[in-house]
């Protein structure tokens, strides 16, 4: 009979989450642990990622640090090979240029791809061929609803969260024969470093607060039910998927709020 109490237990798995020092990626590493996953947390800022795996470990948790540079193909090939078999793998990190599209640079462009799309391109390359050997795995890749809805000033990082999206339903397809699960998880709002010029402007932030069914923002820990639901056996048979977290921001249409007939009663 099918034990459905063992449908979040990550206990005798190995979880690398990259972006793991602060933000939705800490927050991840944080929700993976509760579940039994050992974690390597691996981020740029390598201190940081200490801090996350002391608090795992003052939990009860297994974790290590690693630094990686997801820019650096030859860094990130070197931490696929030190780091062998993993079970699970999540990607967070990301930068984005707020400028109408005809005023970014070429630099700034290449800014953006080379982390957000490349930078992911360079981690589904270095570690899915050792999850498809195996002949198991899931990977999470941080997408946004800015793959399929977008604002002034968001041109390019909207195109690579879309190119985020597809790249992760193409290897699906490609590795699902070989046990291998990618999906995306696609946030709205969240108060993290990558929002705070959005945070520091109080108009700014209550229009989007405003904007989602929920009226507010999100925590980072408000997305560590996804990364643990697609990182676990509850999501056995979801791939290729793109999970909206996003406070029904997508669902609604505009911010205006009709006047309706009061219900009677």
């Known amino acids: 009979m099918f034990d459905y109490s063992k449908l979040f237990d990550l206990s005798g798995r190995r979880a690398l989450v990259i972006g793991g020092a602060s933000g939705i990626g800490q927050a991840s590493a944080l929700g993976l642990a509760a579940h039994g996953a050992e974690l390597v947390v691996a981020d740029l800022n390598l201190a940081l990622a200490d801090e996350t795996v002391a608090e795992i470990r003052k939990a009860g948790g297994k974790a290590t640090a690693l630094k990686i540079d997801m820019r650096d193909k030859a860094n990130v090939d070197a931490a696929a090979t030190s780091l062998g078999a993993l079970d699970a793998i999540v990607i967070t990190p990301s930068i984005n240029v707020r400028k109408p599209l005809l005023d970014i640079t070429e630099e700034e462009f290449d800014r953006v791809i080379d982390l957000n799309l490349k930078g992911v391109f360079r981690v589904l390359t270095a570690f899915a061929p050792a999850m498809a050997a195996r002949g198991k795995g899931s990977i999470v890749a941080f997408s946004s609803v800015r793959a399929q809805v977008v604002e002034p000033g968001q041109g390019v990082y909207a195109a690579t969260k879309a190119g985020t999206l597809q790249m992760i339903r193409a290897l699906a397809a490609e590795l699902g ?61 979801v791939t290729g998927s793109y999970l909206l977290v996003d406070g029904g921001w997508t669902a609604a249409d505009g911010r205006f709020t009709p006047p309706l007939p009061k219900r009677a009663g």
């Open 177 to 237: 024969p070989s046990g291998v699960r990618l999906n995306a998880v696609a946030p709205g709002v969240v108060e993290t470093p990558l929002t705070k010029p959005i945070i520091d402007n109080e108009a700014w932030y209550r229009a989007y607060a405003d904007k989602s069914m929920l009226k507010r923002w999100a925590s980072p820990a408000e997305m560590a039910g996804a990364v643990v639901f697609l990182c676990s056996d509850a999501s056995s048979y």
